[in-house]
């Protein structure tokens, strides 16, 4: 863990002192965003309902195309750059090139970074708390609440799965967790309801399908060639399946920015890893106990410096608490290992392999080693 002592310019390096004492310089860049969309609305500077990383327009986020361009860092650096020199233009200027008249946003001067390109998926409300969300929706009004609620009871108990006793239909303020525990049973509930004047369920089914895919695919712990094929896929066959939406009369378009963004999950993952190096979900978890509770725990009048006296005596209250076990229990717990690497034991093998002559593709597809 480092320790910043001194910042020596905006962007030049910062003196940090290590666990050990010694005094290193570090470069910090700037390489990516994590936040829901509001955020990323306002830390790039794009009009809300328009896609904060590429310049697709509202009315064109319900379309896939084969590849995006992201917004041109260049020209809004150089628009940015003339608030000072023609203050009355500036906004003319920044409204054409697709941004609100911000002034010296925090990115300008940061070396190596795009602000655009470093906008990173959000699994938590982009997928969980928006796209499932409206899904949710979109099939309860197309098979009807009574009828998917039916289902919902009518399934098996599971220690694996949330048993909803009321249905799905009728929560409010659905979390992350929840909306993930509907996404389990979802496809299980619709494979054999029917659509009214007898229309075919086919098409509904391949678009839940396949957002269900895009799901599970998009949390992959590692990712292949082959698995982020299959994630355009995924979305690519929800495209080509949700105009049973529109027949139906449950949408008229799909201009949904949440929607839209699934269409960067792909080169974001190239560039950045998987999706569980950025996602909000760790921070959305901190809320609980530093935001929700402390405001609970107020009268609601006035209750910024309430939730701050409330956090500080937690914490203050949790030290003591550390102080006296630790009084009750002198005996220390920390256990002290020799930080030798030699190994005293003696290592084994069988005599007889298992296995004689075994061929390559033997090891790949029967024992499944498949990066041997």
């Not at 009315?59 to 809004?76: F, H, Q, S």
């Not at 009871?153 to 799965?161: A, F, K, M, R």
């Not at 957002?211 to 695919?217: G, H, M, R």
């Not at 139906?248 to 998987?274: C, E, M, Q, W």
Request: glycine share 6%.
């Amino acid at each position: 863990m480092l320790t910043p002592l001194k910042h020596l310019g905006e962007t030049g390096p910062i003196e940090m002192s290590s666990g050990d004492g010694i005094v290193h310089w570090t470069f910090p860049i700037f390489a990516c965003f994590v936040g829901d969309y509001p955020e990323q609305v306002l830390i790039s500077g794009c009009k809300t309902g328009d896609c904060p990383k590429c310049p697709a327009k509202r009315l064109e986020l319900g379309v896939l195309e084969g590849d995006y361009e992201y917004r041109d860092l260049a020209k809004i650096l150089e628009v940015v750059a003339t608030f000072e020199n023609n203050p009355t233009r500036y906004s003319t200027a920044c409204s054409e090139v697709g941004i609100k008249p911000i002034v010296h946003p925090f990115w300008e001067d940061l070396p190596y970074s795009d602000i655009y390109l470093g906008i990173t998926p959000d699994v938590l409300h982009q997928l969980y708390q928006g796209v499932m969300k409206h899904l949710m929706s979109w099939v309860s009004t197309a098979f009807g609440e009574k009828d998917l609620d039916t289902h919902c009871q009518s399934l098996p108990p599971n220690h694996n799965l949330q048993a909803f006793s009321k249905g799905i239909t009728s929560l409010s303020r659905v979390t992350g967790k929840e909306h993930a525990d509907m996404c389990r049973i979802l496809l299980g509930l619709v494979v054999d309801l029917k659509l009214p004047d007898g229309a075919s369920p086919i098409p509904l089914i391949r678009a839940i399908r396949s957002l269900l895919d895009f799901l599970y695919l998009a949390q992959y712990p590692l990712h292949t060639s082959k698995t982020l094929q299959l994630l355009h896929q995924s979305l690519k066959q929800f495209h080509e399946n949700k105009y049973i939406f529109v027949d139906l009369g449950i949408r008229n378009n799909f201009n949904l920015p949440k929607l839209h963004s699934l269409a960067h999950y792909v080169d974001s993952i190239k560039l950045f890893g998987t999706t569980d190096n950025y996602n909000t979900e760790y921070m959305e978890r901190l809320h609980i106990d530093l935001a929700k509770d402390a405001y609970w725990a107020t009268n609601h009048r006035d209750e910024y410096s309430q939730m701050m006296v409330w956090l500080q005596r937690r914490e203050k209250i949790h030290w003591h608490e550390n102080y006296l076990k630790w009084c009750l229990n002198p005996q220390s717990t920390i256990v002290l290992r020799s930080t030798d690497m030699a190994y005293n034991g003696t290592p084994t093998l069988t005599k007889w392999p298992s296995a004689r002559a075994v061929d390559l593709d033997d090891v790949i597809n029967k024992y499944s080693a498949k990066f041997f």
